[in-house]
């Protein structure tokens, strides 16, 4: 009988949909924390002063051992479905702009200190739900990259959160500088609870938790939260903005010209 | 004549648009958040030690700029932080009266008994 089932090439057993769905979330996972990494880490030596560089460069090292973690478990489960040799490296060298399914505000340019910190915060606040969601996941894979990555997003909400407030209820250039930060981020919240149709945890239904924790910020910063703004969507199913092209030709060009190269 | 250099790298981020390295407005920003030491407790039951020092604008962020700068390796299970100002400290050219009195009178180090040998851990 014949069937437009894939079929795994060493074990002859179809792939499921379940499979593919596991992939493409884990891929997810990995694509946001590593494109914020590499955004998050332009500021290396850029700091407005040493030990905020630090602070922001610390982040950046635990967003790229997450992606890490999720990339090799995710070459584990292609290898597993379709006879490929993927890695770690591999996923995040080798693919290209629309195969990269991140979040598109962790694509944006830094912008200032404001906006940087603010993305933070709206990011992270974000992923601190999802990671805790899966934590409780039944795949024990993803439970345990969640449950050690919780711990370090916890404090990145902290640090970030902080942040908000100092520059919010600070100076009027702080606050002007936040006030725009809001104007220019605020648009790509919204993605984070649309849906895609691998995911496993039921984002939307943490949108209600993550926006009682930003208003409480928020107020505490003596900033407004935006109403009816127009959202963008499109990262998690592949369609970027022209900055991810950009991104990916800094970070992939070494590996796409010495493939291969290690140092 | 004064004349300020402008250095611009290829993909650098131009120096008005950085902190620090510009006298003119950040060096002085920078200078206004107050300076901290840091203590940190390198294990469960031994004492904070004194680590460095580094800036923060408040308590709560030096804790944090200390967590950051000085337990990245799995330095500390515990800080302190204290503004340096409000550390006094003895004065250098007291050193003399202060310390050197001390050094001929051995007989203040417990060296002169016997241990019993079921006394441990001294």
Redesign the interface.
Known sequence: MKTNQPINQSTGSPITLLTNQLINQTLHLADTALILGQRNGEWCAHGPILEQDIAITNITLDLIGQARNFYQYAATLINASENKNETEDSLAYLRNEREFKNLLICELPNGDWAQTVLRQFLFSAYQELVLEKLKNSSNEQLAAIAAKSLKETQYHVKWSSEWVIRLGDGTTESRDRMIKAIDTLWMYTGEFFIPANYELTEVHLLKETWFQKVRSIFEEATLAVPENTFMQSGGKSGIHSEHLGFILAEMQILQRTYPGAEW | MNIQVKKFYYGD?PEE????TNPEN?YAQ?NS?PLWEVFIRSKQGLDHKHAGS????DA??AI??AR??YT?RQEGVSLWVVESKYIHASNPDDAEMFYEPAADKVYRHPTFYDLPDEVKHM
Not at chain 2, 17 to 20: A, I, K, L, M, R
């Open positions: 981020i648009n950085t902190g620090g950040n920078e958040w580094l800036h923060a604008a709560a962020m944090e700029n950051d700068v990245r």
